[in-house]
Every structure is written in structure tokens, then in C-alpha cells.
């Protein structure tokens, strides 16, 4: 069983920057897909960045590209999002996802479905 566990949501004004965390436990990441999604209030969870554990490749929804970075550290089994720029928009729930099946190959996965694991969830709120 893997535990996901996500810090460093908080408030912040437009323009600014924070970085989550996500440590892992439970399961060696080497052989996974590690994710970003987001759920803003009455909307749906959507995907936001996603990291190739083994070599490193990101992936990037349209809206964040440019402003939001995904990476990780092997030895502490943790994976960040360091967001800068922020905007209003931005504001949600943060949601780490890990997918266990689709890291060989070209394929990212970006829909919930296909995530095994789910950290808890850490909101980040922008204001204008």
C-alpha cells in the first residue's frame, strides 16, 4: 500500500509562489507515474503536471505550463510543484496521484482513473 501524503498549500496573492511536497511511502516510485491534479470548488478534478519517475520526463496541462515545475527527489521519495506566477485561477484543492502502470513507454497518463494512489489533498488559495 502506498501513502501519499502532500504539504505546503497556504494562501498567497497574485503573483506569488509556493511549493507543495509529496512524500511517499510504502512503495519504491521507480517504476511510476507521478502526478499533480487539482479540484476547484464546484468543479472537477483535473490534471496539472505529471513526472516520469525513471528519467525524469514532465508533462504539463496547457494552463500551467511556463509557470508550474514538477520534480523529484529519488533519496526522500518526494515529489514537488513548485508554482510561480500565481494567479485567482489558480485556487484549489491540491492532489498528489501515483500510477504504478504506465511508466514504460511514451504514454502519460493525465485522468483520474488511471491513478492507483491519492494523497489527501493540500489547499492553495491566491488572492487578487
Known amino acids: 500500500q502506498v501513502q501519499l501524503v502532500e504539504s505546503g498549500g497556504g494562501l498567497v496573492q497574485d503573483g506569488g509562489s509556493l511549493r507543495l511536497s509529496c512524500a511517499a511511502s510504502g512503495h519504491t516510485l521507480s517504476s511510476s507515474f507521478m502526478a499533480w491534479f487539482r479540484q476547484a470548488p464546484g468543479k472537477e478534478r483535473v490534471f496539472v503536471a505529471a513526472?516520469?519517475?525513471?528519467?525524469?520526463?514532465?508533462y504539463y496541462s496547457d494552463s500551467v505550463m511556463g509557470r508550474f515545475t514538477i520534480s523529484r527527489d529519488n533519496a526522500k521519495n518526494t515529489v514537488y510543484l513548485q508554482m510561480n506566477n500565481l494567479k485567482p485561477e489558480d485556487t484549489a484543492v491540491y492532489y498528489c496521484?501515483?500510477?504504478?502502470?504506465?511508466?514504460?513507454?511514451?504514454?502519460?497518463?493525465?485522468?483520474?482513473?488511471?491513478?492507483?494512489?491519492w494523497g489527501q489533498g493540500t489547499q492553495v488559495t491566491v488572492s487578487s
Open positions: 496521484a501515483a500510477d504504478f502502470k504506465h511508466y514504460l513507454g511514451t504514454y502519460y497518463p493525465t485522468e483520474e482513473y488511471e491513478y492507483d494512489y
Open positions: 513526472i516520469r519517475w525513471s528519467g525524469g520526463t514532465t
